[in-house]
Structure formats: C-alpha cells, structure tokens
C-alpha cells in the first residue's frame, strides 16, 4: 500500500513520454519488421508453389475442358472429355488394375517392411548388414536392376523358373499371363520399396519408448501381442503418412508397365497413368488425357482423405 | 525409370514407330564441322552460319557415331550447322510433344506413318507439296513412287518426304529345314506344316526345345507391325479406303488374327505370348532354337556380324494362299512449321533423302529406300532382295488417329492370341473402340 | 507374498559391469529401498529381478525359486516406470485392464479388478481420458493400478516420483507407503534421493559403481554410514568430513587434521584403542555431522577455533560454515543464533557422534 501510493506520487510513474499517435506508428512499424522474415522466407516457396504447382493444376483444370492445347490452340469443349473418361472401357481396366495393384502392393510390401522391421528391432547384431542389403535396390544402377530382372524371370534361364522346373512344377510366363504379369510388376516394386519401407518402420519402431515395450513385457504380453496392441497403435501416425505417401506413390505406377508390359497382355498391366501418358502423347487426345489425370488427383485426395479418417481419428479412441 | 534398360537390349529397332527404345541420349550432338571449308569458299555458300536442329529416334546404337561422319558433308556443301539430338524411341511421342509445343522445335525430324499426320494436322510440319513440285526438286521427284508418296498424303497435305519404307521378312534356319527335309513354305498353311515338321525332327533327333515360329503379336512389341500385312494378303485392311470406317471386325482382319492365334493356342508352333520378347526370340533363332522368325531386315547386318552357326537365308513372310505383300510404315523428313530456317531445312531435307544419302544410311540399316534410284544392299544380295519387295508394297495410310486405331488393333490382336479370348470378342471390343476414336474431333 | 533374494548378482554390457556381485535379501512384506547416484547399477538390480534384463551371472530368487530363467510375467513381480509407461493409446480402463486382457481373465473379474484399483487410487472419474489427459500424479496412480491389478507378490518401483514436483513428490510418497501397509506387498524401491530413502525405506541398501556398500535401516545408515560415500551421500548438507592422520598422545589417540586437533575417546567413539591403533599415522577422515558440532562465540570454550566463512540460513536452521586453516566445517545452529562473517568462533565435536573412517574409506565402527 505505502509503494503503491509512493510510486503514485512519483512524477516519472505518471506521464506517458509516447503520445498516443506515436505509439501507434511505432507499433505498425514494429508489426511490420517482424513481417519481414515471414516474407522472406515464404516468398520464394510461394513463387514456386504457384508457378511449378498452382499454375499447371489450373491449367490442367482447364485443359480437361478443352480439346488440344499443348501444341495446338485449346477448344472449348465442356464436359465431353469427362463424359467420354466415365464411358471408357480401357480406364475402367486401368482403374481395376490400379486398385489391385495399389492394394496387393501396400499390403504387401508394409506386411513385409513392418515384420523384417521388428525382427531387426529386436536382433541388434548384423543390423547394419541388413539395412544395406534391404536398401540395395534402390541403390543399383538401372542396368543392373534389369540384369537381375533378367536372370530371375528369363522364361528358360530365370532362377526362379529353374527351381520350378527342377521341382516339377510348371513354369511360369511373367509377363504373357494374366494375372502374373501385373503380381510380376508388384513383386518388382516390393523388391524396390522394401528397404525404404523397413528403415522407415525400423525407425518407428525404435522411436517407441522402451518403456513401453518392457511394461508390456511385465504385462505378460508375448511379443505378437506387444507388435499388435503396443507398437502398432504406437506407429499408427507413421502408418497414416506411410499409407498416404504409399497411395500417392502407387496410384501413378507407370514405369514398369511402360518399360515390361506396355499394358499387356491384353489390359492385365494397363495402369491410369499409362492410360494418361498413350492418351496425352501417343494418341494427342489431351482433353481426354488432362481430364483423367484430374480424375485421378480427386481420387487420390479422396482416397487420401479416406486414409486419413480411418487411421488418424482411431488413435483417439483406445482399442 | 531404372527399368528402361529392360527394354534397351533392343540393338535395332523398326522403322516406323516398332522397336524397343535404346540407350536414351537427349544431349545435342553436335557434327563437328571440321570440313575443309576455305576462306573463299564461305562467301559462296548461301546458308553460311545458319544452325539447324535436327531430332531422330535412332535405328542402331551406331548411329551417333554415324551422323558424326555423314553430317559433316552437308555442312561443307552448304555451310548450315547441324545439331542432331536423339530421341530415344520410348519416350519419344513425350518429348516431341513437348518439343513441338515450345516455340523453338527441331527444325528438321524424322517421323512414322503413325506420327506424321498426329502432330502435322496440329499445324508443327511444313506442307512439303509446294517444295517438291519445285524446280530444285524437279529432278527427285519421279524417283518417288506414287504410291508411296499417296500413303503419306493425308488430305492433300505431305508433312514429311518419305525417306524409307518399312518391310518385313521372314528368318528361315536353313539347316533346320534341310534336317527335316522341307522346302522353304511360301504360304501359311505351309509354314505350319513346315514348322511342326521341323519341330518333330529336332526332337528325334534330341534337341528338345526347338521352336517353330515366332513374330511379336503383342502389344509391347508391336505385334502390329509384322501382322497387318497379313491382313492385307488376304486382301482387307482395318480402315476403309475413305478412312472414316473402321473395319476391326472385318472377315480378313478377323481371319488373320485367326491364323496367328491359331499358330500358337492350336498349332502350337510359336510359343505363347510373354515367354519370349521380341529380343528374346531373336536370342533363341541365333541360338539355332527357333526355325522361322518374321522380324525387320536390319537383322541380316547383325546376323552377318554375329556369323550364325548355321546357314540361313531372308524370304518374303508368307501369304494366305500364296499371296504375299509387304505392309508397312514409312519414315519422313519434316521441316517443323516454326522453323525460322525452313529453306535451309528443305536443303537438309533434300540431302538427306537423295539417292546417296539414301544407300549410304540404308545400307548400314537394312530399310527399304523409299525412291526407286537408291541402292541400298550394297552388293548384299539379302538387301537386295529385301529392297525388291518394294514392288509389292503397300503403306500405311496416315493420318492423325492411326495412332490410336493401331493401338485398338494391337490389343485385339494381343487378346486373340492370348487362347483366352476370342477373336470375335477382341475385335468387336477394337471395332467398338476404333469407332468411337474416329467419331472423335 | 515373497522374500527376494539375490546371490553374487553381476550384469555386465560387453565389457561394462554395472552390478558387481550384488547379495541381497528383502524380507517378505518389506519395503526396501536401492539407494545410489545415477548410473550405480540400482535400476540395473531391479530389472534383473523384473526380468527385463538377462543375469550375467548370480542368482535371484523370489520366494524360494530361482527366477533367472523365468519369463517376466511369470515371476509376477510388478514394475513402476519413472515415466509411467502407460500406453498412450488407450484409456485408464485399458491401461489398467491390459495385464488382465493378457492373461485371459474373465470380462466381469477384470471389470472387478478395475473398479478395487481405482477406489483404492481414486481413478473413479478418470478411467476414460487417455494418458494424455492427465496430470502426472494422475499418471502416477494410474501406473499404481495397472501394478496393483495382478495381484503381484512384489513390487518393483524404478524413481516413480522423480517426473513429479516437489508437493506432489512428498504427499505421493505418503499415499505409497500407505499403500504398502495396506497391501502389504513386498517392495523394492529405486531412487537416488536420500530425503525419499530415509523417509520410506525400512531399510536402505546404498550403491556406489554397482557395489553394494551399506544395507541398513535409515536411522543407522544415517547415524553410522558404512564409509564416507554413504556418510557424504546420506544427509543434506552432508556430513563434514575432515582429512588427517591418527596420532599417538599421552594417553590417548589424537587426530589431527592441519589445525584441527581432537583427543579420541575412543569408548566414546564406540572404538577400541586397538582398532586405533591399527591407523596410526595414516591418512583418515574424521566424520561428524553438522548437528553434532558446537558452536561458540566466546573464544574461552574449549575446542578448536575458527572464522565464519558462510551462513546458510534455510527457514528452519542456520548452516555456518567455519574454516579452520584449509578445513571447512559445516555447524547447523538455531535459526536465529547471531553470526557473522568473519567473526571467530570456538567450534567442538560431540565425539559419541564422530567416526573416524580408515584409510580405505569404511568406518572404524564396523570393525567391531
């Protein structure tokens, strides 16, 4: 009571020796320093964003109203382009080939990648070892790659079909045969994705508290039982980003179908992108083309969005 | 994208759009004009320091190599510049697209019957009609045969001179017929007999695995390429003369994929699609496992490098009831319609498809010139005999959709000879299909 | 309920050895607690008895059997984490529930033994928030629960009130310890902090570099540490430990430690002459605590003189340091006694509280 009177009467505590304009024009300049960083460093981010992303997806917009466009003048159209894509036989079959193969891809290459994870996990010795070797694939030149390709599927000289043949079994067409050909271009894009998914996992694996997994152990749960109700509910962030990065990935399979199959045989590989990349290129029908890949972004988000309700909100609820 | 290479063991590919891809190489290569071109001389020339871009697909992994030798006499003969660019087969429709889209396309490219009209109706090549039925070409002209010249017209406009056309020809293993006591077949019923007959003696005599036949019928080799003709040996096509009616469901169109669906699923002498590419089966025919194989004549320089351990010979593929034709694509040269050196282009042009050029390139790739005064076998009397078959050749018509209604066909003709599908099936399905694409603006 | 014992325990990482022929014996129902520094081996100790750990060599035995061999759940001790290790995903119901899911209890047995643990740990209202929904003495008595629900004939508590401020600390402590008479249960508790030790444990085994050094009740680790790192260790300020050697007087024994000079008694020091005798002349610690000095600021009281060097006033007493010569001594006085810096003061030592430690560092007292 005795300070707060005394600093009262203390001249200094009474005047204010910034009118009220100036503290105005100060603050707006102070607001307006701070505003400079967040210029400068989303700037150049947003410059690209709108020329290397924003633009084309309007432009392509645009295009699937239109006929031509890329080294013609476009044509208005309306919607013709997307009512002839909802009629199309072949991206119905493209679609289906896609889904499989999104599906089967995902599922196995994650079942895989999350089982190799843990037993690295849990076996500290030679992991190093194995992480190389599972990441491999990614690493080998493209000419070695085919090589391997070669030797593990040749129909007479392939591995795989020597140990069928010296079992008795019958050998298998790769790639002339449905559904082979397109589990061939899966089990091509596992073998390529699973060193990236197992060091992915293995880091969300040893990212869980250790803690955790002994009170589990204490608990009494088995180490299926920990996989399943403490490390996976544990990952399940990881597994969201995982699946969508995994969808988004998957949905434009392309390189193997155009290099091994070109869609064969008879539509068993045909994907929405190689529907997409005839269309655009080989055929110039752009109107068409620009409305599928369009259609195929929705579906991806939606599909993205689907993900996303699935496996986010469950980490809310305890089960 | 690392998959590339899979397809990269093609060593030669087709003339016209067939083949597989080869090493890609988008980097200019840039002929070094090192000619002997004197001070004096320079003034002379009416294209001094102009610099032409050229793109081409390439039809032999020599070919860099090659223009590197070839360029360099234009360039001296003219004083234009050139910059090749190659454009490697499997991405090339992408890249031209893009190229062509750009305000600075290639001034000069080599083009099939399937690209030609696709991107010339969209306004990139020049109208060549003027040009050749100028005074400076006064002289070429005759050389092209009409029919040649009238495949590669699509409503009165030529957007590239044709420079060779496609053929195709039959392998035979001499030593396999000779074995089995056959004759050379001259039809397709005879093939069969002669493949079986060969099949069943190898096999007595213990070489298990022999193979009978093979041509690509697939989609990813271009199974179009090596069975139109029999369409057109039987005397039908998949459009009709006028180009606005699709014949996919057509008797001769379905009565060929018939006969190559019945090699495989019935006959058995050609083994089911998948088991061997394309590659693949040329492998097995220089491995002396396979007794007929129909592919392009640029394997007879190949073939003759590689010194096959059994004497072989090239022969027209066989006909229905005898009757054999060649059908096929035809390359061009195109002056891109943006070009600012168009003149000197058609000068390019004019070299490249004269006479000398002509042999020069051909007798290192095997295609058939498509003028009548070039030699293109060398003294090879298998080229020869290939260039020959120009009399009973008959192309491809271009025009913008032939693209997409070869694609139709394909995957008929791929489901045909699957044993799975029926022929009537597929082609309805094509017929459906290629309607549809031609109903489209 | 279970006795614990453990025989010559040893756990080494590669060539690292954290415990080193640990024995020890927990009686049925007792409430021990691992006292060390940080890195002592104490956590080790109690997951070698969890099961969490594989023994490099020696033996545990719960209740008679030799455990080392056994699976963690079937020893059915249960663990208290430092940080709880609830399951983040779930709720208090599941959290606790999941041992009991584990071991394929009956829905309404298990809905049974959730609603004792929570009366008993007051988590009535809370058994459906997460984790994350909690505050961390909440966490604390969920983590309580999810041990107490298996019934477990011994607890193993890993510093589970360390992540815990220092209220909350003391009143959790309270709230444990009536847990432990009410269960009953036998208790191995790990901490590093003496205060928590001394308050809880009925005895306190102290550990230094993975050695056991004193096991002991708190009241004798504090009045008669086993050496001068339980001496240093136990009590805050810690005990004044002054270096010298044992001299020989005229009838008795004399430390002396540069200007300080105390007469031995040795019968009062609970020693014998003998015992003495032994260290003559060698390098020893006289310990005293601080509450068994004497202070004096008038200089004709016996004892050893010194200048005040500083005051800890702490609310509740009055820490003077003295120094004497290079020797700092630590006096804890009434609140209110009047010092000053720099004054000189007469300080003495109550000798039936003053140890001598030998050479070795171990007390003198326990050679008897």
């Known amino acids: 009571m005795d300070l707060v009177e005394q600093n009262l009467s203390d001249p200094d505590w009474q005047e204010l020796t910034m009118s009220d304009e100036e503290f105005r024009r100060a603050r707006s300049r102070y607001k307006l320093r701070a505003l400079v960083p967040v210029v400068g460093f989303l700037g150049p981010f947003l410059f690209l964003w709108s ?10 917009i645009w295009l699937s109203f239109n006929t031509g466009g890329l080294i013609d003048e476009a044509k208005f159209v309306g919607l013709e382009n997307w009512s002839r894509m909802l009629s199309n036989d072949e991206l119905v079959r493209s679609l289906k080939n896609t889904a499989t193969y999104v599906v089967i ?15 690295l996990n849990s076996n500290k010795r030679g992991q190093n070892f194995f992480k190389v070797a599972l990441y491999f694939p990614l690493l080998v030149p493209p000419i070695m790659a085919g090589m391997i390709f070669f030797f593990l599927t040749h129909y007479d000289m392939g591995i795989i079909n020597l140990v069928l043949q010296a079992m008795n079994q019958e050998k298998l067409n790769f790639l002339g045969d449905n559904p082979n050909a397109l589990l061939t271009i899966v089990s091509l894009e596992v073998w390529r994705g699973l060193g990236f998914w197992v060091l992915f996992f293995l880091a969300g694996l040893q990212s869980i508290p250790a803690d955790l997994i002994d009170a589990a152990k204490i608990d009494g749960a088995g180490s299926m039982r920990r996989f399943r109700k403490i490390s996976i509910p544990t990952l399940r962030p990881l597994l969201l980003f995982a699946v969508i990065i995994a969808l988004i990935f998957n949905f434009q399979l392309f390189d193997s179908v155009q290099v091994l199959t070109k869609g064969g045989p008879v539509l068993g590989t045909t994907s929405v992108v190689w529907f997409i990349y005839k269309r655009l290129f080989a055929f110039q029908d752009i109107g068409l083309a620009y409305a599928t890949s369009v259609g195929l972004l929705l579906l991806v988000v939606v599909l993205t969005v689907v993900a996303y309700g699935f496996l986010g909100k469950k980490s809310e609820n305890s089960n | 994208m690392f998959l590339a290479v899979l397809g990269a063991t093609a060593l030669v590919v087709g003339a016209c759009g067939g083949g597989g891809s080869t090493t890609p190489d ?3 290569v840039v002929a070094d004009t090192q000619a002997p071109v ?15 871009t050229f793109g081409k697909a390439p039809h032999g992994e020599d070919e860099k190599a090659n223009w590197g030798e070839w360029l360099p006499e234009f360039e001296a003969q003219t004083g234009i510049k050139v910059e090749l660019t190659q454009v490697p087969w499997d991405q090339l429709e992408a890249l031209y697209t893009a190229n062509f889209a750009s305000d600075t396309p290639y001034d000069v490219t080599y083009q099939t019957s399937t690209h030609l009209t696709l991107f010339g109706e969209r306004g990139t090549f020049e109208d060549l009609t003027a040009r050749i039925n100028g005074a400076d070409f006064a002289g070429d002209l005759p050389n092209f045969p009409a029919g040649v010249l009238g495949a590669s017209t699509y409503n009165n406009k030529l957007y590239g001179l044709p420079f060779v056309v496609g053929t195709t020809a039959m392998f035979a293993n001499l030593d396999m017929l000779k074995s089995a006591g056959v004759e050379v077949p001259t039809s397709d019923v005879e093939l ?12 007595a005599k213990g070489n298990k695995g022999v193979l009978g036949f093979y041509t690509p019928r697939t989609v990813a080799d271009y199974g179009w390429y090596f069975t139109l003709q029999d369409v057109h040996n039987r005397g039908g096509d998949f459009l009709s003369a006028d180009g606005k009616t699709a014949l996919m469901d057509s008797k001769e169109v379905k009565e060929s994929a018939q006969f190559a669906a019945d090699m495989i699923c019935k006959d058995k002498v050609q083994p089911a699609n998948g088991l061997y590419n394309r590659e693949a089966a040329i492998e097995l025919f220089k491995a002396g496992k396979l007794a007929f194989i129909q592919d392009e004549p640029s394997r007879v320089k190949t073939f003759e490098e590689a010194v096959l351990p059994f004497a072989w010979d090239i022969y027209m593929p066989v006909g229905h009831n005898g009757k054999a034709t060649q059908f096929a694509t035809t390359g061009h040269w195109a002056i891109s319609a ?21 042999s020069t390139y051909n007798q290192r790739y095997g295609f058939v010139p498509a003028r009548l005064d070039a030699d293109a076998s060398g003294g090879n009397e298998k080229l020869a005999r290939n260039a020959s078959w120009v009399a009973v050749w008959d192309g491809l018509k271009t025009s913008p959709k032939v693209s997409q209604l070869l694609d139709e066909y394909a995957k008929a003709l791929e489901a045909a000879t699957s044993c799975k599908t029926s022929v009537d099936d597929a082609f309805a399905s094509a017929q459906k ?4 694409a031609l109903a489209q603006g | 309920m279970a006795e614990v014992i453990i025989r010559k325990l040893t756990k080494s990482f590669g060539d690292n050895t954290v415990v080193k022929s640990v024995s020890l014996k927990v009686e049925d129902g007792e409430f021990l607690v691992l006292l060390g520094p940080s890195g002592c081996g104490k956590s080790t100790i109690l997951r070698l008895i969890a099961g969490l750990e594989d023994v490099t060599s020696g033996e545990i035995l719960i209740n008679g059997e030799i455990v080392n061999f056994v699976s963690p759940v079937k020893r059915n001790a249960a663990f208290v984490f430092q940080n709880y290790a609830l399951y983040p995903h779930m709720t208090v119901r599941k959290n606790v529930a999941f041992p009991l899911e584990t071991a394929r209890l009956p829905k309404d047995e298990i809905n049974k033994a959730i609603d004792e643990a929570a009366r008993i740990l007051e988590l009535q209202q809370l058994l459906d928030r997460l984790p994350s929904q909690l505050s961390g003495g909440q966490r604390q008595r969920v983590a309580l629960a999810r041990a107490i629900v298996r019934k477990p004939v011994v607890f193993l508590m890993d510093e589970p009130l360390s992540n815990l401020d220092a209220q909350l600390r003391q009143q959790t402590r309270i709230e444990l310890m009536e847990l432990h008479q009410r269960l009953g249960v036998t208790t191995i508790y790990v901490t590093h902090d003496q205060i928590e030790a001394m308050t809880m444990g009925k ?3 102290i550990l230094k570099d993975g050695e056991l050094q004193q096991v002991d009740t708190p009241s004798e680790t504090y009045d008669k540490p086993a050496n001068t790192f339980v001496a240093r260790f136990m009590g805050a300020p810690p005990m004044n430990l002054i270096q010298g050697r044992i001299e020989a007087g005229v009838r008795q024994f004399t430390f002396n430690g540069d200007g300080i000079l105390v007469t031995l008694n040795s019968s009062q020091m609970g020693l014998t002459d003998e015992v003495l005798s032994l260290q003559l002349n060698a390098a020893v610690c006289l310990g005293v605590r601080p509450e068994h000095v004497r202070i004096s600021t008038d200089l004709s009281v016996e004892g050893v003189s010194g200048k005040v060097k500083f005051l800890e006033p702490t609310g509740a007493d009055l820490f003077v340091t003295v120094s004497i010569g290079i020797q700092n001594v630590v006096v804890r006085c009434p609140p209110k006694t009047p010092m000053q810096i720099g004054s000189t003061v007469t300080i003495a030592f109550d000798m039936t509280h003053t140890h001598i430690f030998g050479a070795d560092g171990w007390n003198l007292r326990r050679s008897n």
Request: without cysteine.
């Open chain 2, 38 to 52: 004197t001070e004096d001389t320079v003034a002379a020339l009416p294209f001094e320091g102009v610099t032409l």
């Open chain 1, 51 to 60: 020329v290397f992303l924003a633009t084309p997806m309007v432009w392509s």
């Open chain 2, 433 to 436: 299909g290629a309607t549809e």
């Open chain 1, 105 to 119: 891809a995902i599922f196995v290459v994650f079942s895989l990648a999350l089982l190799i994870a843990s037993l």
């Open chain 2, 338 to 358: 943006k070009s600012k050196n168009a003149d000197a282009a058609w000068e390019l042009v004019k070299f490249l498809s004269s006479a000398a050029f002509n």
């Open chain 2, 26 to 28: 988008t980097q200019a």
């Open chain 3, 203 to 205: 005895r306190i085994a």
């Open chain 2, 192 to 203: 069969v007999a002669a493949a079986k007959a060969i099949i069943a003696d190898q096999k």
